[in-house]
């Protein structure tokens, strides 16, 4: 059972890329959804979190109004759409998955690898 991020890289602020992660494995169709992100020199921090429906979601401040999470259930997939990206989203971002509720602690089951997005100026 995994869970696999994809999609960063290297863009300039002001753009927008959109990051997945499928699960492999299992079905993650019942499970709560997120990101969190760790920016170089900085602790793991939330970014977005959607629950099994994909009816509630839930944004840390820093992403609210430009990043969106959704999710399809068919492909077993969650998207983070970030838009207008600023240098400081520079960060490795992480999908992650739990049963029940969804939540915005780091209290997931899965962890994907991880995938590198660079925002330069």
């Known amino acids: 059972v995994q869970l696999q991020a994809s999609g960063g890289g290297l863009v300039q602020a002001g753009v927008s890329l959109r990051l997945s992660c499928a699960g492999f494995?299992?079905?993650?169709?019942?499970?709560?959804m997120s990101w969190f992100r760790r920016a170089p020199g900085k602790e793991r921090e939330f970014v977005a979190a959607i629950n099994w429906s994909g009816g509630l979601t839930y944004y840390a401040d820093s992403v609210k109004g430009r990043f969106t999470i959704s999710r399809d259930n068919a492909k077993n997939t969650v998207f983070l759409q970030m838009n207008s990206l600023k240098p400081e989203d520079t960060a490795v971002y992480f999908c992650?998955?739990?049963?029940?509720?969804?939540?915005?602690?780091?209290?997931?089951?899965?962890w994907g690898q991880g995938t590198l997005v660079t925002v330069s100026s």
């Open positions: 992650a998955a739990k049963r029940g509720q969804v939540t915005t602690y780091d209290r997931y089951d899965y």
């Open positions: 494995g299992r079905s993650f169709g019942s499970d709560a």
